[in-house]
């Protein structure tokens, strides 16, 4: 069973940035695209990047505008989202998912981890 934990939330103040992960374990991590989704305060579930199983291919939410940064290092079992000049409206629920098809909604999701911003 694919089992995903996501770490690295907080409190960071605007302007500021932030490191998430996501462990995976119990699965063959290299053969799961991945991706990233939050979920604002009273809000709906929101798409924010996606990479493909071998990291060659990353796709980005068009709000993303060069702020956030997919990777992963499949040696280590883990998927990463970098992000840079963080506003107030990001503070949300981040969740890592996975799934074995590119470009799918994903069938297998963490518990989240939340990151606020705010001064």
């Known amino acids: 069973e694919v089992h995903l934990v996501e770490s690295g939330g907080g409190l960071v103040q605007p302007g500021g940035s932030l490191k998430l992960s996501c462990e995976g374990s119990?699965?063959?991590?290299?053969?799961?695209?991945m991706s990233w989704v939050r979920q604002a305060p009273g809000k709906g579930l929101e798409w924010i990047a996606a990479?493909?199983?071998?990291?060659?291919?990353?796709r980005y939410a068009d709000w993303v505008k060069g702020r956030i940064t997919v990777s992963r290092d499949n040696a280590k079992n883990t998927l990463y989202l970098e992000m840079n000049s963080l506003k107030p409206e990001d503070t949300a629920m981040y969740y890592c998912?996975?799934?074995?098809?590119?470009?799918?909604?994903?069938?297998?999701w963490g518990q989240g981890t939340r990151v606020t911003v705010s001064s």
């Open positions: 998912a996975a799934d074995y098809q590119w470009w799918t909604l994903p069938t297998y």
């Open positions: 119990a699965f063959a991590f290299d053969d799961v695209a």
């Open positions: 990479i493909s199983s071998s990291g060659i291919n990353e």
